[in-house]
């Protein structure tokens, strides 16, 4: 028998239910605005990209309260003639697209025509523009009242007390502080994207932003803003990037940070596809990814990264601030990002130890290299040159063997094979050892460089280990005597479980009893070591795997431990011929400027920053 109980209709709720309506248009865009407007910066945001889609040149924002109680922005963009100011006003009125098919192939930012009519229902709006063809200007209010008005060529848009139409909404708002923060993010994104663009910006009467419009290609242009949003390190350090997919129209330029510098979140990746600033949680774990272990646990890079893609393999319109986009071929993109990054970082650390003197334009300091996995047409006019002199070699030096066994102790014994210090090398020629930890050189451009000798060579096994796996396997070295080692029976269970695992790094590992393992063969790299600590080591790293642990970290883990224990200790006494070869060796190695735990191995103080130190400057 059937349940009817659920099945009774609500007759209270029949006897109140309201017939089906058209909201008036007041209404309607007040529902719109909870979309479009959330708060001040949403404002700025909609305001600033009408006026790039009218080609203006120069941006006036003046903000009281952040916005809260006046947001003025003038532009000198194309205007609007006085008999379409209703419409600008009106819902869905837009000039930006006409058809369907318009509707998928977005050339502009705005297209939805809700912007104006949304912003002039929550607040007090005035409107004045005029084009260049009309003798004088016109002004709009948020009633509809048109007047002559004075104004030059270009558009004024003053938006008071917003949200005072809709006071529920306005009392969810945050802090002045918060909704002025919210705004600086949409200016640096403005300022990112807009190279060409003059932005003033004035808060309660101050001028708190004026970013003249830069001149120059891509990486020129792009260059002169970083240090406005990312401040001077990241300017004076970051990777230039580029690689394309010309097949499918797919481009990637951008600045990335090297992986010395980094933030504890994604805050200053700033990602934009077809110059509209953009959110893709995707796109950030490719960049992650591409670092790998080249960043600390738990750290994020720096990273600028403009992405062009044709209008129609893009789709816009699926977020009503346009902040969110779907693409036709999402992994055919991230892999273009993946490959472009780790390309990039490949050129670490001829950018990095390049100083910026104070001297030289701020463009000097990069180097560019296209990405020969995707064999970009793109070729930059922009061909920067380093102030100083640099090896015609371009870092390929010979990887010079530098595979000193561990337990040898050097004496310090006479440099016979650099007896003319070297200093045309990136990382100089070597002076000598402080702490017999950290080795000191010079460079050809005065500057000091100071080397953790365990972190960089720790680093640089690790890279040798690593290609050796890629090729099949680590090589092995069969033990004379096989070294027994006693742990817990749940140890030797663990050791045992991953042996097949193990063999493929070089070290074999045999059941002797419950308690106890055989080991019969070690990496060749270790050179005649007791195998015991890295084994014990080892067990402590299979016990912090979780099972959603992947592949690719365990491989991480493994190689990591055998790189520590096969790499140069602190304290350890190396003669200037080993230290030279240890910084050629670096020299080859892209990843060499931190170790593998993502700490720096190299620090350098310019010769002027040596100066200034001494009061020479």
């Known amino acids: 028998m059937l349940n009817t109980e659920h099945q009774t209709p609500n007759t209270e709720a029949l006897m109140t239910r309201r017939p089906i309506q058209k909201l008036d248009d007041t209404l309607a865009n007040q529902i719109a605005a909870g979309e479009v407007v959330e708060r001040p910066a949403s404002v700025v945001k909609e305001l600033t990209e009408n006026a790039l889609d009218a080609g203006a040149t120069s941006l006036r924002l003046e903000l009281t309260g952040a916005g809260l109680v006046n947001l ?276 670490t650390l001829k950018s990095t130890l390049q100083p910026y003197t104070g001297t030289q334009s701020l463009e000097e300091t990069y180097s560019y290299a296209p990405n020969p996995i995707t064999a970009p047409a793109f070729q930059p006019a922009y061909q920067p040159s380093f102030t100083h002199h640099q090896p015609s070699t371009d870092y390929q030096t010979p990887n010079t063997e530098f595979t000193l066994p561990p337990q040898k102790l050097l004496k310090g014994e006479a440099d016979t094979q650099h007896t003319t210090p070297d200093t045309q090398h990136p990382l100089g020629a070597a002076l000598g050892q402080i702490a017999n930890t950290y080795i000191v050189a010079e460079n050809t451009t005065g500057s000091l460089v100071i080397v953790d000798q365990h972190a960089a060579h720790e680093r640089l096994v690790y890279e040798t280990l690593k290609s050796q796996f890629t090729a099949g396997r680590i090589a092995a070295q069969p033990l004379l005597l096989p070294v027994i080692i006693s742990c817990t029976p749940a140890e030797a269970t663990l050791l045992l479980a991953h042996a097949e695992e193990l063999q493929k790094f070089g070290l074999d590992v045999e059941s002797y009893s419950p308690s106890a393992v055989t080991v019969t063969a070690i990496p060749q790299l270790l050179g005649e070591v007791n195998p015991t600590p890295l084994v014990r080591d080892l067990v402590q790293d299979l016990q912090s795997l979780t099972p959603r642990t992947t592949l690719h970290s365990r491989l991480e883990h493994v190689l990591a431990t055998i790189a520590c224990h096969h790499s140069i200790r602190a304290h350890r006494r190396l003669s200037i011929a080993e230290q030279n070869a240890l910084l050629r060796q670096m020299e080859s190695t892209p990843a060499s400027l931190t170790c593998n735990h993502g700490r720096p191995t190299v620090v350098s103080l310019s010769l002027p920053e040596l100066e200034k130190l001494f009061a020479r400057r």
């Not at 007090?124 to 009309?134: K, V, Y």
């Not at 080249?294 to 893609?309: E, I, S």
């Open 72 to 347: 003025i922005l003038t532009d000198n963009g194309s205007g609007i003639p006085k008999d379409e100011l209703p419409l600008a006003i009106s819902r869905h009125a837009t000039s930006k697209i006409a058809n369907t098919e318009d509707l998928f192939n977005i050339n502009t930012f705005g297209f939805r025509g809700e912007a104006l009519p949304s912003i002039a229902s929550v607040s007090r709006l005035t409107l004045t523009s005029r084009p260049l063809s009309q003798p004088e200007a016109w002004s709009i209010t948020s009633s509809g009242e048109t007047r002559p008005a004075a104004h030059p060529a270009g558009t004024r848009i003053e938006v008071a007390d917003l949200f005072y139409a809709t006071p529920a909404r306005r009392k969810f708002l945050k802090s002045v502080r918060a909704e002025a923060l919210a705004t600086e993010v949409v200016l640096k994104n403005l300022i990112l994207a807009h190279p060409h663009v003059q932005i003033t910006v004035l808060e309660d009467g101050q001028e708190t932003w004026h970013v003249p419009a830069a001149q120059g290609d891509f990486f020129q242009a792009h260059a002169m803003r970083l240090h406005h949003v990312l401040g001077a390190e990241f300017a004076q350090s970051a990777l230039p990037m580029h690689a394309e997919k010309p097949a499918l129209g797919m481009a990637l330029h951008g600045f990335l940070s090297p992986p010395t510098l980094h933030s504890g979140n994604a805050a200053k990746q700033f990602l934009f596809v077809n110059g509209r600033p953009l959110k893709d949680w995707s796109l950030q774990k490719e960049i992650k990814n591409a670092y790998g272990d080249k960043l600390p646990a738990g750290r994020q890079p720096l990273a600028v990264m403009f992405l062009t893609v044709p209008t129609d393999a893009v789709d816009v319109n699926v977020h009503p601030a346009k902040s969110e986009v779907r693409f036709h071929q999402p992994s055919e993109l991230y892999g273009l990002v993946f490959s472009a990054v780790h390309q990039a970082l490949s050129q």
